[in-house]
């Protein structure tokens, strides 16, 4: 059974980027939030194996997200996606319970490298 993936990010393209990389190998997109509110509950909804989330968001950033998340399910796999320079944002991120994190713009053998080695 194929792997079940939340994408979340703001902009409709690093979604649509993300989407591709993942179903053209063998993810199951079972859905996608435009910010940290939606994922969260986005999250409750599908129960997804991994969970790849944007740390700069509107409504809700990506590190309150990843917290809210973690408080649901303490076992939830989350994996930050961070431009780069955003270094004191990611180590916040991995403080709230992220578990690893990929740089824009995506690099398709990273994304799937990170998803890898956290669900396999």
Known sequence: MAKRV????????????????LTKNGYEVV?????????????LKTRPDIVT?????????GITAV?????LDAGANVI???AMGQKNM????VAAGARDFI????QPDKVIEAIQKLIG
């Open 80 to 82: 930050m996606c961070t």
């Open 31 to 43: 859905g996608e939030a435009a910010n940290g509110r939606e994922s969260v509950e986005l999250f």
């Open 90 to 93: 990611v180590m916040e991120a």
């Open 67 to 71: 917290k809210e998340i973690r408080k």
């Open 53 to 61: 989330m944007d740390i700069t968001m509107p409504e809700m950033d």
């Open 103 to 106: 740089v824009k713009p995506f």
């Open 6 to 21: 939340l994408i979340t990010d703001d902009a409709l393209f690093m979604r649509t980027t993300l989407r591709n990389i």
